[in-house]
C-alpha cells in the first residue's frame, strides 16, 4: 500500500469525514476526504485487473481501515463511501458493465460487496464523473454552477456537473463523450470500443501514437525515430520531450489533436453549455508549465473560439484542471456526502 499525502493530522480537518474510491486498471485510489473536500489521507493498492474482485473488496477494506487507524479515528467517524468505476457501469444495480480495462470485473456487483465489507452507505458513479465532480467542489470547478471535465488518457473520459448534479443518464451512461462522433465517413478511424469516428478514435493516447507510426510509415522524418531503434518505448511523453526539444513532427501531431479534441468541446457546448471546460488525465503535454503544454492550450481555445458562437466561446474557462490524481477519489466522497446530505434532508429525487 503506497501513500499519497502527507501525514497531517486529522484534528485540523472538518467533521464528518467520507471515504472515495477510485478504481483504474491499474491500481485503486482509496481516500479520506473531509466535509469541505480537503484529502485527509490516502493509499493506493493493485487492482489486479485480470482476477476476480472479491479478494480486492478485503484489501480495501484493509487500506481504510488502516488510513483510519493512522489518523486516530474510527471507523464510526466514517459516514459513507463513494466508489468511482470505468465505465460501462449500471449505477441503479450498484454493479460493473464490461470494462475493457478490468476483464476480471464483469458485471461485479462492487457496491453490495462493499457493503458488505464496510458496512456504510455506498455512493456510485462513473470515475470519469466522479473526477468531474471533484474538480466541481473544490478544483479549478469551484466558482462554477456547471463545468465539464475531459479525462485524457488511453482513452478519452468525460464528466459532466450541471448545477451540483453528475449527468448519469438513463442507462449509466451520460457525460460518456470520448464516444461522440466527429468523422461520420466510412474510413473513420475505429475506436477501442469497435465503433467508427469516435472522439476517442482521433484525441486518446492509443490515437496519438496510431497517427505518429502512420506518419513515421509514410517517410515523415522525426528525432523519436532515434529513441525507439534504442528500444524505448513510443509514448506520448516521448512525443512531449521531443516537442519541447524543436521536433515538428511531435508538436504537429499534438497540435492536431487539439484541433479535433476542439470539435468535441464544442459538441458539448452546445449541448450543455458549461460555465468551464476543464482537461485531466495523464496526457497533459506538460500542461501549463510546459511550453508545448501551453501551445497545446492555446490551439485548442483558438479552435474552440473559431467553432462556437461567441456569447459561449468569450465566456468559457477553458483550462487544465487542479485536482490531479487526487480528483476521482475526492470526487466519488463528494459524491456520497451529496447522497447523504440528501438523504438527512428526505430529498427522494
Known sequence: ???????????????????????????????????????????????????????????????????????????????????????????????????????????????????????????????????AFGEYWVGSGRDYNSIVLFTLGTGIGAGIIVNGDSIDGENSLGSECGHMIID????????????????????????????????????????VIDRVAAGEQLSTFMLFEEAEQGDPLSLDIILQTAYYLSIGIVNVLYTVDPGAVFLGGAMDFGGRGATTGKRFLETLRAEVKRRAFPTIAQNLNLDFAALGGTAGYIGAAGIARKSTRASANGDSS
Open 1 to 131: 500500500m503506497t501513500g499519497l499525502t502527507p501525514n497531517t493530522s486529522a484534528e485540523a480537518y472538518r467533521t464528518p469525514f467520507y471515504v472515495g474510491i477510485d478504481i483504474g486498471g491499474t491500481s485503486i485510489k482509496i481516500g479520506i476526504v473531509d466535509d469541505l473536500g480537503r484529502s485527509v489521507a490516502a493509499a493506493r493498492i493493485p487492482t489486479q485487473a485480470q482476477v476476480s474482485p472479491e479478494p480486492v473488496v478485503g484489501e480495501i477494506r484493509l487500506a481504510i481501515e488502516r488510513l483510519v487507524a493512522t489518523k486516530h479515528l474510527q471507523m464510526s467517524d466514517i459516514v459513507a463511501v463513494g466508489v468511482g468505476a470505468p465505465g460501462p457501469i449500471d449505477i441503479p444495480a450498484g454493479r460493473l458493465g464490461t470494462p475493457f480495462n478490468l476483464p476480471g470485473w464483469h458485471h461485479f456487483p462492487i457496491c453490495d460487496r462493499l457493503f458488505d465489507a464496510l458496512k456504510k452507505p455506498i455512493a456510485f458513479a462513473n470515475d470519469a464523473n466522479a473526477a
Open 184 to 223: 461520420s465517413q466510412n474510413d473513420a478511424r475505429i475506436c477501442s470500443c469497435g465503433l467508427r469516428g469516435h472522439l476517442e478514435a482521433y484525441t486518446s493516447a492509443t490515437s496519438v501514437i496510431h497517427r505518429v507510426n502512420e506518419a513515421l510509415q509514410s517517410g515523415k522524418s522525426s528525432s
